[in-house]
T-cell receptor, first 112, second 115 residues
Framework: DTAVSQTPKYLVTQMGNDKSIKCEQN?????MYWYKQDSKKFLKIMFS???????INETVPNRFSPKSPDKAHLNLHINSLELGDSAVYFC???????????FGPGTRLTVT | QKEVEQNSGPLSVPEGAIASLNCTYS??????FFWYRQYSGKSPELIMF????GDKEDGRFTAQLNKASQYVSLLIRDSQPSDSATYLC???????????????FGRGTQLTVWP
């Protein structure tokens, strides 16, 4: 059983397009996150949701919009994609916000 | 700016040796500390977490925390080639009783264990 899953695994698209990434966890956790890992492998938090409520919104362009339909799902929609958005996006979840986080397999986004 | 610094590496040790990975953090309010292992092309995998000063052992891994020195380390005993990966230190800055904690990652230390 996959604990945290993401789709798609790879996403190749052109500048200006809109795309979505989906995440689901079956761990019964209350908190879910989106992270971005850049080409230098630096992992940085973008958003955090606790029980469907947005609680962390780091300095992220408003082209990025997370949505949590329920506490097991967290989606990320990106409008007007730019070259600099190319990265690996990881979803993660934790029981509570300060507890250990478990990561999904990642979505490698390439914008051409 | 909250910072988490790791020894940049790369670190190379022979099989069977002890690998020592170090991490310092800037915020004295930090409450929870984590070590993740990331193989190339894979996602971060949690290997240890520690909340209190002192040592915490799990198999071949020992995490050490010194809040006064703002220092956390990971020791890997009897290193194996399969331990070769990037190790990420992560620090959760915020009160464990609050909802405002967030995880800050260091840039990672690449470890190679050669046979």
């Amino acid at each position: 059983d996959t604990a945290v899953s993401q789709t798609p695994k790879y996403l190749v698209t052109q500048m200006g397009n809109d795309k979505s990434i989906k995440c689901e966890q079956n761990l019964g956790h209350d908190t879910m996150y989106w992270y971005k890992q850049d080409s230098k492998k630096f992992l940085k938090i973008m958003f955090s949701y606790n029980n469907k409520e947005l609680i962390i919104n780091e300095t992220v362009p408003n082209r990025f919009s997370p949505k949590s339909p329920d506490k097991a799902h967290l989606n990320l929609h990106i409008n007007s994609l730019e070259l600099g958005d190319s990265a690996v996006y990881f979803c993660a979840s934790s029981y509570r916000q300060y507890h250990e986080q478990y990561f999904g397999p990642g979505t490698r986004l390439t914008v051409t | 700016q909250k910072e988490v610094e790791q020894n940049s590496g790369p670190l190379s040790v022979p099989e069977g040796a002890i690998a020592s990975l170090n991490c310092t953090y800037s915020d004295r309010g930090s409450q929870s500390f984590f070590w993740y292992r990331q193989y190339s092309g894979k996602s971060p995998e949690l290997i240890m977490f520690i909340y209190s000063n002192g040592d915490k052992e799990d198999g071949r891994f020992t995490a050490q925390l010194n809040k006064a020195s703002q220092y956390v380390s990971l020791l890997i005993r009897d290193s194996q080639p399969s331990d070769s990966a990037t190790y990420l230190c992560a620090v959760n800055i915020g009160d464990r009783g609050s909802t405002l904690g967030r995880l800050y990652f260091g840039r990672g230390t690449q470890l190679t264990v050669w046979p």
